[in-house]
């Protein structure tokens, strides 16, 4: 991995509705343009984001760290159905995206 290239790290927990998030993400490493790494629960670092935070993430959200040399950046990939089920960790991150269409959003 390099300092100078945006480095990924993933939250690898059960989080089926972004799988092609997943899947872009390692195209892009395999081409060689990011640096992407999947980290168990087990062994992901608390001090990034704490266990209340992490327990408080459903399976349609994922949470990954982008990285490019000292700076990083917490983002949450929210595929929910609706957006009233979002969740408590957003206080705790830099970003949250939330993916889904809700035709009540567009009213």
């Not at 790494?37 to 982008?66: G, K, M, T, W």
Request: glycine share 2%; net charge negative.
């Amino acid at each position: 991995m390099t300092e100078n290239r945006l480095q990924i790290e993933w939250l690898n927990k059960d989080d089926r509705v972004s799988l092609y998030a997943k899947y872009c993400m390692m195209e892009f490493a395999q081409t060689g343009e990011i640096d992407f790494v999947r980290i168990h629960p087990s062994r992901f670092d608390r001090s990034i984001l704490s266990e209340s935070s992490l327990d408080a993430l459903s399976p349609a959200q994922s949470f990954f760290v982008a990285r490019m040399g000292d700076q990083h950046c917490k983002v949450i990939l929210d595929c929910s159905e609706s957006f009233l089920y979002m969740s408590r960790t957003i206080t705790d991150v830099d970003l949250y995206f939330f993916t889904s269409y809700n035709p009540d959003l567009f009213i």
